[in-house]
């Protein structure tokens, strides 16, 4: 379901509507908790009471209207009766006789609706009168009766009125008389009244010499289906400020899915600081042993910067670079990392001989097997158990 399309009535239920597939589903009658359950995560458009709104229009030049547009509360705020800064006023575009027609709703109304949405997880859409349910066509009115018993009427594209319990005669007069000759409607159209108020309308429609047309239950779905984005309506509220934002609102269930995927990520990136912290640590000890070994080989070095170049600086020294310093190179390739502690390095004749700590004679062992898998010919000549660990010697040298 694309949208849901909601129509609150004075008794606290609410009508709704779904769109799916470019199809309109009637929905029924609901409470809005028993709505929120059912489409949680929904995209919404209110249609809220008209009795809650003012729709009214005023004569003014395009220029004053660019002016006043962010004043427009001024215009109207007699007919109000409110502060014009607690009032939320929208422009609809100018009619064909000059005047533009306004619609307006308290800061608080519009408040409430949007947090409405909010708290039952709807992203809200659009926000409009619900006189707009009614079909609007140049020169005719629309008229209707809703099941809750209030009468509504349409006489322009954002125009009319919803009242409850008034005799529809008496509220076509009241439209009648302040339309001026020149908006006359050319025809009426009214729907979902007993045959007794269809009666009472037919003579007040012969009286003013215009043609109506009855049919039964309201049919609310072609209109919805009509509109491609009620967004982008005229008469939505949510503009200026208001205006709504694209917005993905997730249902509870995947909420929680979320929540747990959120979680088992913040596990991961933990145990991952934990592993690179502990492979840093074992990187340090690596680095801190071979220096140590270092310092034991050449005692009368001051400063270090490099170990590995400075051990190849003094093999090429010793030996001439007679074949010490692969070796070397490769034995401490092979330490690195392993967890091994070098403790003596003796180098003769082309033979080095190194004396390790480890934790068990399998770590010794697996230094001989990495030494052997470089090419180098290696040999354990002793392995002795002291202090809880393993002290052991191994003979070193290039292959045949």
């Known amino acids: 379901m694309d949208t849901l399309f909601l129509h609150p009535d004075s008794q606290g239920q609410v009508t709704a509507w779904g769109r799916e597939a470019g199809a309109i589903q009637v929905l029924g009658n609901h409470s809005f908790a028993d709505l929120a359950d059912r489409y949680a995560g929904a995209r919404v458009v209110i249609f809220a009471p008209s009795s809650q709104c003012l729709l009214t229009k005023v004569t003014v030049s395009a220029r004053q209207r660019r002016q006043a547009i962010d004043a427009l509360g001024w215009l109207i705020e007699e007919q109000v009766g409110e502060d014009a800064e607690n009032l939320h006023v929208i422009a609809g575009p100018e009619q ?17 609706w949007r947090t409405t949405c909010r708290e039952a997880g709807w992203a809200l859409h659009a926000l409009l009168p619900d006189v707009m349910l009614l079909p609007h066509a140049d020169g005719a009115w629309s008229m209707t009766l809703w099941p809750d018993g209030t009468v509504a009427l349409r006489t322009g594209m954002m125009a009319g009125a919803v009242l409850d319990s008034v005799p529809a005669v008496l509220m076509l007069d009241a439209a009648m008389s302040e339309t001026p000759d020149s908006g006359r409607p050319v025809s009426l159209r009214v729907s979902g009244m007993a045959e007794s108020d269809q009666v009472a309308v037919q003579a007040w429609a012969d009286a003013q010499g215009l043609p109506v047309e009855f ?41 929680i899915a979320a929540i747990f995927l959120l979680v088992a990520f913040s596990v991961q990136l933990v145990s991952e600081w934990a592993r690179y912290a502990y492979y840093s640590n074992q990187a340090e000890k690596s680095q801190a042993a071979a220096i140590t070994l270092y310092k034991k080989l050449f005692p009368n070095e001051r400063r270090i910067v ?11 020294e010793g030996s001439g670079g007679d074949g010490g310093l692969p070796v070397l190179t490769k034995i401490a390739e092979a330490v690195q990392g392993s967890g091994l502690v070098a403790q003596r390095v003796d180098f003769a004749s082309g033979v080095l001989t190194l004396d390790i700590e480890a934790r068990g004679l399998t770590e010794i062992d697996a230094l001989k097997q990495k030494l052997q898998d470089v090419g180098l010919q290696a040999e354990i000549v002793s392995a002795n158990a002291q202090n809880g660990a393993i002290r052991g010697r191994l003979r070193v040298e290039t292959g045949a």
């Open 215 to 255: 049919s039964g239950t309201h049919d609310e779905s072609e209109l919805l289906l009509s509109v491609m984005d009620w967004a982008r309506h005229p008469a939505n509220l949510l503009q200026g400020r208001f205006a709504s934002r694209q917005q993905v609102l997730v249902p509870p269930a995947l909420r």
């Open 306 to 316: 490099s170990v590995r170049k400075q051990m190849e600086a003094h093999l090429n």
């Open 96 to 112: 064909a006789d000059g005047d533009t027609p306004l619609l307006a709703m308290s800061l608080e109304l519009v408040e409430y």
